[in-house]
């Protein structure tokens, strides 16, 4: 199994930027396809992005398409997603995600493993 934990999250203004971190505990994530999710109040959680197990591979949700980055770095187990940009509609709790499948799976119920969640506000 593998245990993840996000932080950097906080208040941000509109236009401005935010970094993401996942860490990962136990098993190395090299054997995880890995994604960020997020869920505003009263909506269902959505992918926000996805990442393959090297790296060589991503997806994003079309919203955030041009904005936000996913990458991740094997070595220290961590991931990271990379806000730009931020809008007043990126507000949700953000959630990270790992799956043992192999391609970029874009369905909460694909992800068998996630953190607690991180609060991201942006102002207006």
């Known amino acids: 199994q593998v245990q993840l934990v996000e932080s950097g999250g906080g208040l941000v203004e509109a236009g401005g930027s935010l970094r993401l971190s996942c860490a990962a505990s136990g098993r190395t994530i090299i054997s995880y396809v890995m994604g960020w999710f997020r869920q505003a109040p009263g909506q269902e959680r959505e992918l926000v992005a996805a990442i393959t197990r090297s790296g060589d591979r991503t997806s994003y949700a079309g919203s955030v398409k041009g904005r936000f980055t996913i990458s991740r770095d094997n070595a220290k187990k961590t991931m990271y997603l990379q806000m730009n940009s931020l809008k007043p509609e990126d507000t949700a709790v953000y959630y990270c995600?790992?799956?043992?499948?192999?391609?970029?799976?874009?369905?909460?119920?694909?992800?068998?493993?996630w953190g607690q969640g991180t609060q991201v506000t942006v102002s207006s």
């Open positions: 995600a790992a799956t043992q499948g192999f391609s970029l799976a874009r369905e909460p119920n694909d992800y068998p493993y």
